[in-house]
């Protein structure tokens, strides 16, 4: 596509449900990412892959996060029992390789509110 | 253990001066940053680069200074356009956060005032 897109642009859940966040990259590029942004936070890097490599999965904030990509391109983050402090917006982007010499493009992100 | 500072969380500038953002970092072995701009309810877009080798790099209006002593960069935007307010991120990465995982800053937000 012509850009990252996510789904669900907004998202409302009971604590204690589980969440499912869609990303699907720029067709071609080979490296996805999920970040997330808390309120008054910057972005924290949540889990990386690249081709059919294992994943960095080191920014996962706990074993109730988890995330898959498909095919090597659509990508989904799932949260399991979620909590208050889950909320935030959840930011996916992609990159042709790593991305080291001009970043990434960002999709617009779901915004997660845990009541 | 915040790796990537952006100390001011908002700064106001009249249209047509020099806005300058700052970012400081921790890490020495941080090699390449990269400055992001969001508007609300969008995600971040890629603004500009500056490598380790480098202490300057522009692109228009926009220019990256990099003091690798200090670890500090900055981004100056000049003009500033009214349409260039947003919150900016700073973002590095290299050494042991690997190539690909860009730290970023809290961000701060611009506002031009016209």
């Known amino acids: 596509g012509a850009g990252v897109s996510q789904s669900p642009s907004n998202k409302v859940t009971e604590k204690g449900k589980d969440v499912e966040l869609r990303c699907d990259p720029i067709s071609g590029h080979t490296a996805l990412y999920w970040y997330r942004q808390r309120l008054g936070q910057g972005l924290e890097f949540l889990i990386y892959?690249?081709?059919?490599?294992?994943?960095?999965k080191s920014g996962l904030p706990s074993d109730r996060f988890s995330a898959e990509r498909t095919g090597g391109s659509v990508s989904t983050l799932t949260i399991q029992r979620t909590q208050q402090e889950d909320s935030a917006v959840y930011l996916c982007a992609s990159s042709w390789r790593d991305g080291s010499t001009n970043g990434y493009t960002f999709g617009s992100g779901t915004r997660l509110t845990v009541v | 253990d915040q790796q990537v500072k952006q100390n001011s969380p908002s700064l106001s500038v009249q249209e047509g001066r020099i806005s300058i953002l700052n970012c400081d970092y921790t890490n020495s072995m941080f090699d390449y940053f990269l400055w992001y701009k969001k508007y609300p309810a969008e995600g971040p877009t890629f603004l500009i680069s500056?490598?380790?080798?480098?202490d300057k790099n522009e692109d228009g209006r926009f220019t990256v200074f990099l003091n690798k002593s200090a670890k500090h960069l900055s981004l100056h935007i000049v003009p500033s356009q009214p349409g260039d307010s947003a919150v900016y991120f700073c973002a590095a990465s290299g050494g042991t956060s690997g190539t690909y995982k860009y730290i970023f800053g809290t961000g701060t937000r611009l506002k031009v005032l016209a």
């Open positions: 892959f690249q081709g059919n490599s294992a994943p960095d």
């Open positions: 500056i490598s380790s080798i480098k």
